[in-house]
């Protein structure tokens, strides 16, 4: 059977992301730039499902359980025309913990946890901060995921777990998954170990 195509959206833009403050589970609502990133992204997904000739009812729609996950997707499938409310919530794609470092901003943990952020800084994938998850720790259950799958899917979900996909699909390199910015807006298509990115 041939590998399950993926087609990833990162959530739009919440008002944290502008403030650059570490969200993680925290549940923070898509800002109105985010919303249009939303929508975007379901008309690059309409036109991509066009060329390639597909029904876009005929694929599964997935989101993480957060609300910046599930807005994005239902607004994405409301732009291909979809019923919005026409996807599974699925706990396995839900963002990177970073524990008790949620709300706060690198700037600030640089002055409250040096040592600890220095730590990250030099091995960011294996890291974990305080009651938080490691990357690794990330791709081991998006990997659980993907193997699961039994079909072409479209997700919407976050940067940490497109940088875990990336490494456990072997798209990128372990230590280099974690430095890549993963851009709002986009759509993220995996087949196999090849990524392309649609904007």
Known sequence: MAL??????????????????????????????????????????GDLF??????????????????????????????????????????????LSFGDWEGSTIALLHQNDPVRISQREHDKWHFVPPNGESY?????????WYDGLTGDVVVTSHGGTCRGLMACLGVAKPAVAPLIDIIQGEVYVFKGDKLTRYA
């Open 50 to 95: 066009a060329r390639e000739g597909r029904d876009p009812a005929a694929l599964d729609y997935v989101s993480s359980p957060l609300s910046r996950a599930t807005e994005t997707m239902e607004l994405a499938r409301t732009a291909l025309g979809l019923p919005a409310e026409g996807y599974v919530r699925e706990p396995q794609l839900i963002e």
């Open 136 to 144: 690794k720790m990330v791709a081991a259950r998006m990997r659980a």
């Open 4 to 45: 399950p195509t993926v087609y990833y959206i990162r959530h739009g833009e919440t008002d944290w992301n502008v403030a650059g403050r570490l969200q993680g589970h925290r549940d923070i609502p898509l800002n109105d730039k985010g919303r249009g990133q939303a929508s975007h992204c379901g008309k690059l997904l």
